[in-house]
């Protein structure tokens, strides 16, 4: 099969489209025909080996798996002896796990890290979904418990988390201020943003209005900025930024946070997304209410996945960029 391999860590440019062996399957695998596979800044920071204190995780000198990609959507092909769940030709979306694997024609994932697509999404919206939804569900409904009618505000509204964490606070019944550049304002308020701040003209934290929970996808404020821009009950979750930091990334940051809000009656939560059926399973329930639409920024063939990677590394992605792959005919 044709799939997109690193021999090597560094920029997006050591991503090689090769031809290498199906992934195998175990018992409680599916082997997926993959038609699209969504990128996130974690693809471009691993493709780089970042941040080093991970890489007994993903390898040492090189990654432990050459293949990147963990949001894949795709047709059942094969199915373990043990999985009870799908069979082939169901349409599924879903985690490759955390070594990746989904940039490529087939890839195996453990069968409870899929859930059946839901029908009005395409692949390419489906595999938009893992990690940027998860990532905007675990924020908002379970570390946020963000209620209605309480005050949000989400710092990097319009990226891949952003767009989805505005759509989920707003079904909460919360009142949602995104904060974006100019480009997005539109973007943001077309998903149901309330109110929406051009971060090119205004600073959210000096305008004297305070949020009940502050999700912070950018990391570009200090954390008394932010702690100012909080209810004095107010809750934050940092959650991003930091790869410049190349030992630990946003670690350092995290740790700070935790310090400055532990003598405060304002709270921090910070938490690693993991790949939960669950999780999907009430993403997959709110995108059939057509209570959240993934945004798509632009999609890629998958010979063109260095740049899809690159591109997202710069920071700017307006909602999800996405790997197509065209069973067996890679462009
Ligand atoms: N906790 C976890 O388990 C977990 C999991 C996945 C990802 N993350 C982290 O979450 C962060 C966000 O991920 P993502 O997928 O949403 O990234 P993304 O798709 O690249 O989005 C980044 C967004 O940040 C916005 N932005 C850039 N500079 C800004 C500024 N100065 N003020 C406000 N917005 C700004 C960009 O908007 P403009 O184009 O308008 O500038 C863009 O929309 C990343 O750092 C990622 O590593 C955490």
Redesign the pocket.
């Known amino acids: 099969m044709k799939a997109i391999v690193q021999d090597t860590y560094g920029s997006a440019d050591v991503l090689k489209l090769r031809d290498i062996d199906k992934p195998a399957i175990g018992d409680h695998d599916v082997l997926l025909r993959v038609r699209a596979a969504g990128v ?3 693809d471009w ?1 691993i493709v780089g080996g970042l941040p080093y204190i991970a890489r007994p995780l993903y390898g040492m000198g090189r990654p432990k798996n050459p293949v990147r990609g963990t949001d894949v959507a795709g047709e059942v092909e094969a199915v373990g002896a043990g999985v009870t769940r799908f069979r082939p030709g169901d349409e599924v979306f879903g985690w490759c796990g955390q070594l990746g694997g989904a940039f490529a024609e087939y890839a195996s994932v453990a069968e409870n890290a899929l859930v059946l697509k839901p029908t009005r999404l395409t692949f390419v919206q489906a595999a938009a979904v893992p ?2 939804g ?2 905007g569900l ?2 908002v409904r379970d570390h946020g418990q963000v209620q209605a009618g309480q005050k949000v505000l989400v ?10 964490a505005v759509q989920i606070a707003k079904s909460l019944g919360a009142h949602v201020t995104g ?6 304002v539109d973007l943001l308020r077309s998903i149901g943003a309330d109110e929406v701040v051009d ?2 003209k205004v600073d959210f934290t000096r305008t004297g209005l305070r949020y009940d929970f502050i999700l912070d ?5 200090s954390l008394s900025d932010l702690r100012r821009a909080l209810t004095p009950k107010g809750m934050l ?1 940092p ?5 410049d930091h190349r030992w630990v ?2 670690g350092g940051r995290l740790i700070k946070a935790k310090l400055s809000f532990a003598f405060v009656s304002q709270t921090v939560r ?5 790949s939960k059926q669950e999780n999907l399973l009430v993403l997959r329930e709110l995108i059939e209410a057509g209570k959240v639409t993934p945004v798509i ?1 632009r999609t890629y063939p998958l010979s063109e996945t260095p740049q899809a990677i690159a591109y ?10 996405v790997v197509t792959v065209i069973n067996g005919a890679t462009a």
């Open positions: 996130n800044p974690a920071a990690m940027a998860t990532v675990l924020a710092n990097g509204a319009s990226g891949g988390i952003g767009t989805f904060v974006t550049s100019t480009k997005n971060y090119t996808n950018v990391a570009n404020r979750v959650n991003g930024g930091g790869f990334a946003s910070t938490f690693i997304a993991k920024d997202v590394g710069q920071g700017h992605a307006r909602g999800k960029v």
